[in-house]
């Protein structure tokens, strides 16, 4: 299977602050890659996929950029509602592989 | 409203069954492939099986092939799962979620889940 690597695992950031997650993938995946993102006993929802293309309704202060295997989910100006936890995700083949999440923390 | 709602979670023994439902409304049910994911308390996601719109195709992660079973039903726009030999390590939150084309393996709409707890 292939494998996902986020880093980091925790970032503590401020209001405002630009923050970026990186998702490394074990062996190349095109662009086929997706971003989630999830709060405290909710549902996961999409932010990115085929790397770069933001889904419908999400602000444009998410952007996520990379191919191959290394991605990254930039945002720009982060606001209150943004403090969750993400996750990337690989589809390039059947048996999509997540990574282990990046706590985004109010500094 | 486009949604999910997942039933049927529970505490059971471990080697015990429990079948999984998913409601979905506000699309074309029979359009989409469908998809089960779960997350263990305090770990993160990991995808269980899909199924396809017809219900021909299906695919199982290795850590369930044998003991869960993926169906649907698109006359009443239900996703079912149906796990039997259940073990401690099946205990999470069981997400049903919307596949958006059948070739891109990724989810644009999720349930907000239904736990299941494995234990003695």
């Known amino acids: 299977d292939i494998q996902m690597t986020q880093s980091p695992s925790t970032l503590s950031a401020s209001v405002g602050d630009r923050v970026t997650i990186t998702c490394r993938a074990s062996q190349s995946i095109s662009s086929w890659l997706a971003w989630y993102q999830q709060k405290p006993g909710k549902a996961p929802k999409l932010l990115i996929y085929k790397a770069s293309s933001l889904e419908s309704g999400v602000p444009s202060r998410f952007s996520g950029s990379g191919s191959g295997t290394e991605f990254t989910l930039t945002i720009s100006s982060l606001q209150p509602d943004d403090f969750a936890t993400y996750y990337c995700?690989?589809?390039?083949?059947?048996?999509?592989?997540f990574g282990q999440g990046t706590k985004l923390e109010i500094k | 409203q486009v949604q999910l709602v997942e039933s049927g979670g529970g505490l059971v023994k471990p080697g015990g069954s429990l079948r999984l439902s998913c409601a979905a409304s506000?699309?074309?049910?029979?359009?989409?492939?469908m998809s089960w994911i779960r997350q263990a308390p305090g770990k993160g996601l990991e995808w269980v099986s899909y199924?396809?719109?017809?219900?021909?195709?299906?695919y199982y992660a290795d850590s369930v092939k044998g003991r869960f079973t993926i169906s649907r039903d698109n006359a009443k726009n239900s996703l079912y799962l149906q796990m039997n030999s259940l073990r401690a390590e099946d205990t999470a939150v069981y997400y049903c979620?919307?596949?958006?084309?059948?070739?891109?393996?990724?989810?644009?709409?999720w349930g907000r889940g239904t736990l299941v707890t494995v234990s003695s």
């Open positions: 506000g699309f074309t049910f029979s359009d989409y492939y």
């Open positions: 995700q690989q589809y390039n083949s059947i048996r999509g592989t």
């Open positions: 199924i396809s719109s017809s219900g021909s195709t299906i």
């Open positions: 979620a919307r596949v958006p084309a059948s070739v891109y393996w990724y989810f644009d709409l």
